[in-house]
Nanobody
Framework: QVQLVESGGGLVQPGGSLRLSCTASGIIFTRYAMGWFRQAPGKQRELVAVNTTVGTINYSDSVKGRFTLSRDGAKNTIDLQMNTLKPEDTAVYYC?????????WGLGTQVTVST
């Protein structure tokens, strides 16, 4: 059974930084997508960044140049370094894993960007 455990959310001032981490367990396959989505109040869940099964990394236009996704395949972890945070980055951030066409989600971690 695939499980995703997230950490690293919190409250930060505009312009600040946070790092989110996600560790996956229960995986026996080596090829799968992994990344982060987010959902702000009253909005749909949206892609932040994803490392695909072929190794490319796709970023949402809204985070390009500010966020960096890094993955450790040996440890089944994926981190999201978030810099120059803006109030509009406030959301619940969900770790995502895509395996054989099936999406898996973490429970989410709150990121709040506010003075």
């Amino acid at each position: 059974q695939v499980q995703l455990v997230e950490s690293g959310g919190g409250l930060v001032q505009p312009g600040g930084s946070l790092r989110l981490s996600c560790t996956a367990s229960g995986i026996i396959f080596t090829r799968y997508a992994m990344g982060w989505f987010r959902q702000a109040p009253g909005k749909q869940r949206e892609l932040v960044a994803v490392n695909t099964t072929v190794g490319t990394i796709n970023y949402s236009d809204s985070v390009k140049g500010r966020f960096t996704l890094s993955r450790d395949g040996a440890k089944n972890t994926i981190d999201l370094q978030m810099n120059t945070l803006k109030p509009e980055d406030t959301a619940v951030y969900y770790c995502y894993l895509g395996l054989l066409g099936q999406p898996y989600w973490g429970l989410g971690t709150q990121v709040t960007v506010s003075t």
